[in-house]
């Protein structure tokens, strides 16, 4: 997150009364301004939050020149009278400053809007608990504002996921009215949101069109379903789309409505969007997402057989030869999971499964069966611990915590201070009970080991992650970071050591690292296929890349069994696939029988 210029407790506001106003909580900096949550005091005494965007700008007649064009909006604004368009007042103040002193510096343009307890679109679709179901939901009330404002002959202009808000309950605002403009006036200023503007480009002069904003809606529709997703290239819209709805296995019928907005013509996007966002819903409310694409992990057993674990919106999926003597939990366990973690625990190596479903309720799986253990986490990771316990470790409360379980001992949870967290991406034991743990607080990258007086390292510049993994080297531990945009970076054992990124440029959508044989070896998932970096051998320095399939592949996982022997699975095309390295470390594929949903 950008730092601020200004702290909480400052104080600003109009001239006659600079103190009108209380800097609360930094939330953003976008473009021309800073955004803070504030609370406003009446001269009756009643206090009120809003929002403040404070301009950056501190040449006088800039800052003029904006408030005009503010002023113009909320009056606007105001007389269009569109329900959920979230209109802003605005004024013109000295700096914040502390309470009680002289205000110093020029004059600056504040906008001001009613606080809303929402979150932008992009965020709540991460969390989001209620399912594709929800999603649909929150495109048609995005749909119904973004319509009525057309058909009042108006177009928002700059329609991005940070200026849709969405509330707990899924109601949804639209907010930053900056360049709100009539269809019928010529456009003094040209805007261009990086990933969600058409390929038709606006210009000065010329006059708005309402195509812009269906465009944008469309990838708000994008960033709804697959939020994980990195920035959309505007000049391939439709093609990369649907590829990517189709490789996390949408089917064809819902990847061509998704792309309808996206329409390199801008009269072939559906005008108005409400039929549009009602086919949608049907089709979202219909859609099963495949089971298999929401996470994986394989274990190899003691005889070297590997098994597959996958999780998804059917519930947990088991399949490979490692099925053979390990029945999976009997019963009735998680139907949509996000998350997991398996492994062989106890003397006699028995199954057990840790897995995260979609509304953050932890689950445990073992010869017994299936049962809740807690709710309310994010993200979860872990592995058998040098006792034979399969420990795992997951945020709740921003708070970091552990639970651990093996056959005969009843499962036990602790929570830890000394590392904020608001997911837990990969965990790896160092050594007998020392861990060493990859989070995510607040879209930064943090590397922490459990229990020490040393604090979290960041990894990185801050910016949401999609994924993460640790893996032994001869060097120290590897950290591999799969960000949003595809890009997958390394990082060595020293914080202030320079990330390398690999990959070649290829976005991915799954990685996965293992400790093995000279040096990580990692694996990647994207629209190319899967692809292995093997570490370099004999004199050359360079890693090699194998790539086992070029079929569209989503979730990819690596492990090592007690023979050394690696084994690679993925999510291809919606399917799962199994590699494995023979006695003469040769890739093989593995027939897969016996795949069932538990």
Request: with cysteine; glycine share 12%.
């Amino acid at each position: 997150m950008s730092e601020s210029r200004w702290v909480p407790g400052l104080r600003f506001g109009p001239e006659f009364d600079p103190e009108q106003y209380e800097l609360l909580e930094f939330h953003h900096r976008g473009g021309e301004a800073e955004v803070w949550r504030a609370v406003r005091t009446g001269h009756s005494g009643l206090k009120e939050l809003v929002a403040a965007k404070i301009m950056l700008e501190r040449d006088p007649s800039e800052v003029r020149r904006w408030l005009g064009r503010w002023d113009d909006v909320s009056h606007n604004a105001h007389r269009l009278g569109v329900n959920d368009l979230v209109v802003p007042s605005f004024l013109l103040g000295p700096s914040p400053h502390r309470p009680g002193t002289r205000p110093g510096g020029g004059l600056l343009g504040y906008q001001i809007s009613p606080w809303v307890e929402g979150v932008p679109l992009h965020t709540w679709a991460r969390s989001n608990r209620g399912g594709l179901p929800a999603a649909a939901e929150v495109l048609a009330r995005l749909c119904r504002i973004v319509d009525e404002l057309h058909r009042k002959r108006w177009v928002h202009r700059d329609i991005s996921p940070a200026n849709v808000l969405v509330d707990a309950e899924g109601q949804v605002k639209l907010i930053d009215l900056t360049f709100l403009a009539p269809l019928d006036h010529a456009l003094t200023v040209a805007v261009f949101t990086p990933g969600h503007v058409p390929p038709e480009a606006e210009r000065v002069g010329g006059f708005p069109t309402t195509a812009k904003d269906l465009f944008a809606v469309g990838t708000l529709a994008r960033t709804l379903l697959l939020p994980d997703h990195g920035r959309l290239d505007h000049r391939l819209a439709v093609e990369q789309a649907r590829n990517e709805l189709l490789a996390c296995g949408f089917g064809e019928e819902l990847a061509q409505w998704a792309c309808e907005p996206l329409a390199r013509e801008p009269e072939r996007r559906p005008t108005p969007l409400g039929p549009w966002a009602a086919r949608g819903r049907e089709l979202l409310r219909a859609h099963r997402a495949m089971p298999r694409t929401a996470c994986l992990a394989v274990l190899p057993d003691a005889g070297g057989r590997p098994l597959l674990v996958a999780g998804g919106a059917d519930g947990v999926v088991f399949a490979g030869p490692g099925l053979a003597g390990h029945p999976p939990p009997p019963g009735p366990g998680p139907r949509a999971v996000r998350t997991l973690v398996c492994g062989w625990a106890g003397r006699q190596a028995e199954l057990a499964v840790f897995a995260e479903d979609q509304t953050g309720t932890l689950w445990v799986g073992n010869g017994s069966g299936w049962w809740e253990a807690a709710r309310g986490i994010g993200g979860l990771a872990g592995a058998v611990n040098s006792a034979g316990e399969l420990v795992v470790w997951t945020a709740a409360g921003g708070a970091l915590r552990s639970y651990r379980w093996a056959p005969g001992l009843t499962l036990t949870g602790q929570e830890l201070a000394g590392c904020p967290a608001d997911r837990v991406l990969a965990a790896m034991e160092e050594r007998a009970g020392a861990w060493l743990l990859l989070v995510e607080h607040r879209e930064r990258l943090l590397r922490w080991r459990v229990g020490t007086d040393t604090p979290p390292e960041p990894l990185g510049p801050p910016g949401p992650i999609r994924a993460g993994a640790l893996a032994r080297s001869s060097a120290g531990p590897q950290a591999a970071a799969l960000r949003r945009d595809g890009s997958v970076h390394l990082y060595g054992a020293e914080p202030t050591g320079a990330a390398s990124e690999i990959g070649d440029g290829e976005p991915a959508l799954g990685a996965a690292m293992a400790g093995h044989r000279g040096g990580p070896t990692v694996a990647l998932a994207g629209e190319g296929g899967v692809r292995l970096r093997l570490p370099a051998v004999g004199s050359s320095r360079r890693p090699r890349w194998w790539r086992p399939t070029l079929r569209p592949a989503t979730q990819v996982a690596l492990a090592v069994g007690d023979d050394w022997r690696l084994c690679l699975a993925a999510v291809v095309e919606g399917e799962l696939h199994c590699w494995q390295e023979d006695s003469g470390y040769r890739w093989q594929p593995v027939a897969l029988p016996g795949q069932g949903e538990d």
